[in-house]
């Protein structure tokens, strides 16, 4: 018996939210949790990796798409951060995709 799975070319990896707001405490410990950004590859043999693409000295995101900081952040020293996390999947040639 063999199985075919006929997809389109169109098919992408996509985070489930275009944008995310998360908050944290100034002071926190390192490695304190700050949220989780998710993305979807439409196929469950289809893996994603996740990069993060600023503020990478300060942040954190790991293969669950967890993101953590790096560091005790002080508000006086800086009040908001705009990240930018990218989504690779696992598709040969691999789509990304990227999110703030």
Known sequence: ???FKISSHT???????SSYNFAIKENEPEATIVGKVKALTGSP???VSYNMKSHEDVFSVDSEGT???LRLLDKEEEE???LTVEAVDS???PNTAETM
Do not use: G, N, Q
């Not at 098919?11 to 939210?17: D, I, L």
């Open 1 to 3: 018996l063999i199985h």
């Open 11 to 17: 098919e992408s990896v996509a985070f489930a939210s």
């Open 45 to 47: 043999l289809v893996t």
């Open 67 to 69: 993101i953590k900081a």
């Open 80 to 82: 908001w951060y705009i």
């Open 91 to 93: 598709r040969t040639p």
